[in-house]
């Protein structure tokens, strides 16, 4: 096969370059209407969001906040843990563990199903003790866990279930959207996921009346009324010109995402003869490829490789929990997680947005190929 050259320039990991082009004229004129309202926090964009997302997901209750770390942190404050409660967290999730950390329970680590990387039904089951109270659930890279098996756990051992949708939006679990089969769902709009702010934000879903109305109270000092705090809260605020933005992008969300999964199909065509494994799609699911992720043993020589190249690539994440020197203090040891230790070191993402062209996509596989052939 001939080499294909690259003449786009360089290749980005993600979209955000190439979103406001795309979506200059709703943008500007959603910033427009936001600026001359003068309201810009948690406004009527706002109010809009939530509803949408709401029906987008078939939620009953839908609340933005300032983060998807604040996102976290909330949801678990929410169901009202004690100080020797335990939550269960996947081991390879970097961002997912800071927000849980922040809410002051404590967390317990399991390792990873092989073929997905995601939390593992078998290791959950092994990591429950007396003191367990929370499951979270995260569906990596835009891949639907193995839900069924995991709500069961929870239900036989009375559990709470929260799912990180943060890089899942718009993911489906046997046609239902992921996001609405937790007690609490989390989601971040971090300017590099499928629906991102040019900024921060986050957004917790529930379909429990009491749980929404404790979030909406931790969102924003804890205020039943004004200057008036009936708990501690956060200040957690989404504001309005970021509402806007997303709003903006909503009705292309679906459409950018079944791109995503057009480029990951034939990802997952050209590169299946080589020395590399493909994380795998639930097959029940419908993942939204936030990430497009192979594992190789040459990952680091493969990575400068495409680099040199002009693509740009990625590593998530570098360094299971338990490894970190901020987590040092939860007491595990190298070794405890087999499974995330040796992803670890293997895991590669490559560019998967909706703003590639067929001939970047055929450009990246093409210099995949030549460099297992070198």
């Not at 987008?56 to 933005?64: G, M």
């Not at 239902?176 to 989601?187: E, L, N, Y």
């Not at 493909?278 to 939204?288: A, F, R």
């Not at 203090?329 to 405890?336: A, F, M, P």
Request: hydrophobic share 35%.
């Amino acid at each position: 096969m001939k080499k294909i050259k690259n003449t786009t320039g360089k290749i980005c990991l993600s979209s955000t370059r190439f979103l406001y082009p795309e979506f200059k004229k709703n943008i500007d004129q959603n910033t427009r209407e936001v600026l001359k309202s003068g309201f810009y926090i948690l406004g009527e964009k706002n109010k809009k969001l939530e509803q949408r997302l709401s029906k987008y997901l078939n939620v009953k209750f839908f609340t933005t906040v300032a983060t998807g770390t604040d996102a976290l942190t909330i949801a678990v404050k929410a169901l009202s843990l004690g100080k020797d409660d335990e939550v269960i967290v996947p081991a390879n999730v970097y961002p997912s563990v800071f927000g849980i950390a922040l809410s002051g329970v404590r967390i317990r680590l399991a390792d990873v199903d092989e073929d997905s990387l995601n939390i593992s039904p078998e290791a959950i089951e092994k990591t429950i003790n007396k003191n367990t109270k929370v499951i979270v659930l995260v569906h990596l890279y835009g891949n639907p866990a193995n839900i069924t098996d995991i709500k069961k756990i929870a239900k036989k051992y009375n559990l709470f279930l929260v799912e990180d949708c943060a890089q899942s939006i718009g993911a489906e679990y046997k046609n239902k959207k992921v996001g609405s089969f937790g007690d609490i769902s989390v989601f971040s709009f971090y300017p590099t996921k499928n629906l991102g702010a040019f900024g921060d934000g986050g957004a917790i879903a529930t379909n429990d009346k009491k749980l929404a109305k404790k979030i909406k109270l931790l969102r924003m000092y804890g205020e039943k009324k004004r200057y008036e705090s009936v708990l501690v809260g956060h200040n957690s605020r989404f504001d309005e010109i970021q509402a806007g933005i997303l709003l903006a992008q909503l009705d292309d969300l679906d459409l950018m995402n079944n791109k995503r999964r057009k480029i990951a199909k034939e990802y997952i065509k050209s590169l299946k003869n080589l020395p590399i494994k493909i994380i795998e799609e639930n097959k029940d699911g419908k993942g939204v490829y936030h990430l497009f992720v192979i594992r190789t043993n040459q990952r680091n020589k493969l990575a400068d490789y495409l680099n040199r190249g002009g693509i740009e690539i990625g590593i998530h994440y570098p360094n299971p929990i338990h490894l970190t020197k901020g987590f040092k203090y939860l007491g595990y040891r190298k070794g405890d997680f087999p499974v995330s230790e040796i992803a670890s070191s293997q895991i590669l993402s490559i560019p998967v947005h909706p703003f590639l062209t067929n001939k970047q996509v055929l450009y990246i596989c093409s210099s995949i190929k030549e460099f297992f052939r070198k």
